[in-house]
């Protein structure tokens, strides 16, 4: 899947595996104090910050980037994630509800980065499929937000994380495939095995939740 030698991008996988199982998974999810937004710009901000602040979310977004850096329709693989997750959220403003959605989505967290940690070469359209899927529940996530607002702040709001989750997983296929080494997949795998350990955490977090209410 990976090759060449690359110091710079082994430093920025160790950050990312140090950073991502260092955090607390339990992350406010809520730019706006939980209010919901009244404003174009108000749902604009909202809905940049969602995927930034929820660092479940962050994390399988930056998964995306670096599995798509090594595919060749690289920039076409993040719309799939991208276009499930506004699918999600219009099932939630449809009152849809989605089984055990946090576990699911912590669960796909440990996957991708489960997956770039194995360094195996993966089908592009296995991850296709677990971008699709994935962004169903993170998207339905991202719906909790928005309920009951108007029609411009919801506009504003799916254009706000729509943007800046393409954004975010293109800024790291850019960076990945500017520091790739194909003689060395460490620095990548590592940056996977932080993403999967920190939807370890998440998804033991949420079982926890699930299994003792008021423990999580």
């Known amino acids: 899947m990976f090759s060449r030698k690359s ?15 260092s955090t607390a998974p339990a992350f406010a999810h809520h730019a706006m104090s939980g209010e919901t937004p009244f404003t174009f710009e108000q749902g604009l901000i ?3 910050a969602h995927p930034v602040i929820g660092f479940d979310h962050l994390a399988f977004i930056i998964g995306v ?25 219009m099932l939630t403003l449809q009152g849809v509800t989605l089984p055990i959605a946090e576990i699911v989505i912590a669960a796909t967290v440990v996957m991708v980065g489960a997956m770039i940690l194995s360094g195996a070469k993966v089908p592009a359209s ?9 962004g169903l529940f993170h998207g339905w996530a991202y719906g909790g937000s928005i309920v009951g607002a108007e029609q411009t702040p919801l506009l504003a709001y799916l254009i706000g994380f729509a943007a800046i989750q393409y954004l975010i997983a293109a800024a790291i296929i850019v960076g990945a495939r500017a520091a790739w080494d194909a003689a060395n997949s460490v620095p990548l795998r590592i940056a996977g095995g932080g993403i999967a350990g920190f939807g370890f955490a998440f998804l033991v977090e949420n079982i926890e939740g699930l299994i003792l209410p008021g423990v999580a």
């Open 7 to 21: 110091q710079a991008f082994q430093q920025a996988g160790l950050c990312a595996a140090l950073l991502f199982l």
């Open 46 to 48: 909202s809905g940049i």
């Open 65 to 89: 980037g670096i599995a798509s850096a090594f595919i060749s329709a690289r920039f076409v693989m993040p719309l799939l994630f991208v276009g499930g997750t506004v699918a999600g959220c």
């Open 126 to 134: 296995a991850y296709g499929a677990l971008f699709a899927i994935a």
